[in-house]
């Protein structure tokens, strides 16, 4: 009986080395593969962790000179995080507070640098729009229209679809073409909730073209039926 034992044992122990032969480099590989792929999830995990919070300090640099009206250093920390951490969503917040911090201090082109740079590199439509209505702005003001029709082109996200429409009318205003830009303040306040605060900048707008904000709010009125009674 132990000797019929000893053969199973011999058996089983033969075909586990013959599964091993055929099979275990595969399994190593599938195993050291597996680990891998935990390892480099904790690094990545690691390292966007370590990203950010060392983008969120560059951040409040940005900010904090910023507050302190020193555009020099705003423009130093700005580019430090662009070069460093420019997919970050602080490096597109900084642009954006760089651009406004800079416009304040008179340096439109470095303001509209930085505005250029958030809605080319941005991932976030959101931050690309206000990029693209900011440098729209300050290209109005230099009367750049063309430049700035350029940047108010094409599809905006639904909630900026009126202040889109908004500042194109401001520039066909400016260009002294009245009747796009009421074609583009209306498309602004019919776009626009009725309870937004802005939607009142529209109508003072629409008013001083002549146009009465109230008869665009009022629901149309019913076709008259045609024809004679029979």
Same mark, same amino acid.
């Given at each position: 009986m132990a000797k019929h034992l000893d053969?199973?044992?011999?058996?089983?122990?033969?075909e586990i080395?013959?599964?091993? /032969?055929?099979y275990g480099n595969l399994i190593t590989w599938v195993v050291i593969a597996v680990f891998g792929s935990i390892a480099a999830w904790n690094g990545w995990n690691y390292w966007q962790r370590?990203?950010?919070?060392?983008?969120?300090?560059?951040?409040?640099?940005?900010?904090?000179?910023?507050?302190?009206?020193d555009v020099t250093r705003v423009e130093r920390a700005f580019s430090d995080m662009k070069d460093k951490f420019g997919r970050t969503t602080y490096a597109q917040q900084a642009g954006l507070l760089a651009a406004?911090?800079?416009?304040?201090?008179? /340096?439109?082109?470095?303001?509209?640098?930085?505005?250029?740079?958030?809605?080319?590199?941005?991932?976030?439509?959101?931050?690309?729009?206000?990029?693209?209505?900011?440098?729209?702005?300050?290209?109005?003001?230099?009367?750049?229209y063309d430049e700035a029709l350029k940047q108010l082109a094409g599809e905006f996200p639904k909630e900026f679809e009126g202040l889109a429409a908004d500042r194109r009318g401001d520039v066909y205003a400016a260009q002294g073409k009245k009747a796009e830009a009421k074609a583009e303040y209306t498309r602004a306040f019919r776009t626009m909730d009725e309870r937004t605060e802005y939607r009142r900048l529209v109508e003072v707008k629409l008013s001083?073209?002549?146009?009465?904000?109230q008869q665009l709010a009022a629901p149309a009125a019913p076709a008259a039926s045609g024809g004679a009674k029979p």
């Open positions: 053969l199973e044992e011999q058996e089983q122990l033969a080395k013959h599964f091993w /032969n055929e370590t990203q950010g919070a060392q983008a969120a300090a560059m951040f409040d640099e940005v900010e904090r000179a910023a507050a302190g009206g406004k911090s800079m416009a304040d201090k008179g /340096n439109a082109e470095g303001a509209k640098a930085a505005l250029a740079w958030v809605a080319d590199k941005s991932s976030d439509e959101g931050y690309q729009a206000l990029a693209r209505l900011r440098l729209a702005a300050i290209l109005l003001e230099a009367k750049s001083a073209l002549g146009v009465d904000p």
